[in-house]
């Protein structure tokens, strides 16, 4: 199976900064990833799917890049809601692993 | 709009067998289209997959959970089914359901969770 590693664990920035969130996977997912927002005490929302593209509602100011094994989320100019945990997942081979998140914090 | 809703127990007993229920409005389980699953996270955790299954896409499980773990649904009722067994104190978890986009799933919708919590 397809282990999935995020960096940093946690970010601490500003609002009005830009986040650059990391993800590895193991080997090769072709651009089959995916990246969720979770807020405290709410279940995970889904933000960029097959690698970059956003899903319904999300703001522009989330996007996603990478293919192969190197995956970037950027959120560009954080919003107070924008803090909370941020996992990917990668949706390649079963089973379709999440990563271990990464906090973006005040 | 698809909306997914988890119930259940929220305490049980070591070795006893955990079993959820998640209630699908707004869409059908029986479409081809999608798969549904079951995704938990222990508190203060992360998310772990835990199985999905689709209307003629098969069903799939974690590894880590196979031999314990089963899934099944009721389309008439538009619900689907998850059952843990032989559970211990390391299956205390929020628990979720969710719809996901094929091949390999990721997750476009997902329940509030249901919280459940393993002990005597």
């Known amino acids: 199976e397809i282990v999935l590693t995020q960096s940093p664990a946690t970010l601490s920035l500003s609002p009005g900064e830009s986040a650059t969130l990391s993800c590895r996977a193991g080997?090769?997912?072709?651009?089959?990833l995916a990246w969720y927002q979770q807020r405290p005490g709410r279940a995970p929302r889904l933000l960029i799917y097959?690698?970059?593209n956003r899903a319904t509602g999300i703001p522009a100011r989330f996007s996603g890049s990478g293919s192969g094994a190197d995956f970037t989320l950027t959120i560009s100019s954080l919003e107070p809601e924008d803090f909370g945990l941020y996992y990917c997942?990668?949706?390649?081979?079963?089973?379709?692993?999440f990563g271990p998140g990464t906090t973006v914090e005040i | 709009q698809l909306q997914l809703e988890e119930s259940g127990p929220r305490l049980v007993k070591p070795s006893e067998t955990l079993s959820l229920i998640c209630d699908v409005s707004?869409?059908?389980?029986?479409?081809?289209?999608?798969?549904w699953g079951w995704i938990r996270q222990p508190p203060g955790k992360g998310l772990e997959w835990m199985g999905s299954?689709?209307?003629?896409?098969?069903?799939f499980f974690s590894p880590s959970l196979k031999s314990r773990l089963t899934i099944s649904s009721d389309m008439s009722k538009n619900q689907f089914y998850l059952d843990l067994n032989s559970v211990s104190a390391a299956d205390s978890a929020m628990y979720y359901c969710?719809?996901?986009?094929?091949?390999?799933?990721?997750?476009?919708?997902w329940g509030q969770g249901t919280l459940v919590t393993v002990s005597s």
């Open positions: 969710a719809r996901g986009r094929p091949v390999v799933p990721f997750f476009d919708h």
């Open positions: 707004g869409g059908s389980i029986s479409s081809s289209a999608y798969f």
């Open positions: 299954f689709s209307h003629r896409g098969g069903t």
């Open positions: 080997q090769s997912v072709g651009t089959s």
């Open positions: 097959d690698a970059s």
């Open positions: 997942q990668h949706c390649s081979t079963w089973p379709p692993n």
